[in-house]
């Protein structure tokens, strides 16, 4: 079962502004990881942030999470075109390395 | 490092058939490996869990008898769609986890089948 939900559904910005993408989940977990696809095509691993974390950056991206709302959002700033894609939140548990992914957020980048 | 592939990327076949996806570790090895399903606009769901040398271990709802999966090495993890039917059309995703390592997977870039 999916226990991440991820808000907006839909997000559709201009070129050049920031996007955030928020993703909830219900259970503890080890870590939570950000993926993009594009159409049709497989997962791209963005950045992942340990359970002990509160803030992580990579380049334009920025991950946030906080354990006590069981919530995580991913910004990114000054959006590009090919920014354009479906972005996943996904959360590890358990000793048994189970992941569960969040329901996505469509993004679309207006040139 | 840390790639993942898939073969085929795309596969039509028709109903009744059977059809094997390969999912292959290329420079690490896995003990573990995971095997997901697509539908269109909706995210992943987790099919099965593969474990080198041992029996898969089915999420609820998959069918074990129709998704066979076989783990026979460290780096090649194979789902085979026994007697596919047009709903079985997805995309199936694997990822694999390097041995020793936890909480850490890395993705194929999917499979698509269609059965007419």
């Known amino acids: 079962s999916q226990q991440g939900e991820e808000d907006p559904q839909a997000l559709s910005i201009q070129e050049g502004e920031n996007a955030t993408m928020n993703c909830s989940y219900k259970?503890?977990?080890?870590?939570l990881q950000w993926y993009r696809q594009n159409s049709g095509r497989g997962l791209v691993h963005l950045i992942l942030?340990?359970?002990?974390?509160r803030e992580k950056h990579s380049g334009r991206l920025r991950v946030t999470l906080d354990t006590s709302k069981k919530s995580s959002s991913l910004l990114i700033t000054a959006s590009r075109a090919a920014d354009t894609a479906s972005y996943f939140c996904?959360?590890?548990?358990?000793?048994?390395?189970?992941?569960?992914f969040g329901t996505g957020t469509k993004l679309q980048v207006i040139p | 490092g840390a790639v993942v592939s898939q073969h085929p990327s795309r596969v039509i076949c028709k109903s009744g058939t059977s059809v094997k996806i390969e999912c292959r570790s290329l420079?690490?090895?896995?003990?573990?490996m995971f095997w997901y399903r697509q539908f269109p606009k909706q995210s992943l769901m987790l099919m099965a869990t593969?474990?080198?040398?041992?029996?898969?271990?089915?999420e609820q709802g998959v069918e074990k008898d129709k998704f066979l999966i076989n783990h026979a090495s460290l780096t090649l993890s194979t789902l085979t769609v026994t007697s596919a039917h047009p709903e079985d059309s997805s995309f199936y995703i694997c990822?694999?986890?390097?041995?020793?390592?936890?909480?850490?997977?890395?993705f194929g870039p999917g499979t698509r089948l269609t059965v007419t």
């Open positions: 990822s694999a986890t390097p041995s020793g390592i936890l909480y850490e997977q890395y």
């Open positions: 259970t503890s977990i080890n870590n």
């Open positions: 942030i340990r359970s002990n974390e």
């Open positions: 996904a959360t590890f548990s358990g000793g048994y390395q189970k992941v569960t």
């Open positions: 420079d690490f090895q896995a003990t573990t």
């Open positions: 593969s474990n080198e040398g041992s029996k898969a271990t089915y």
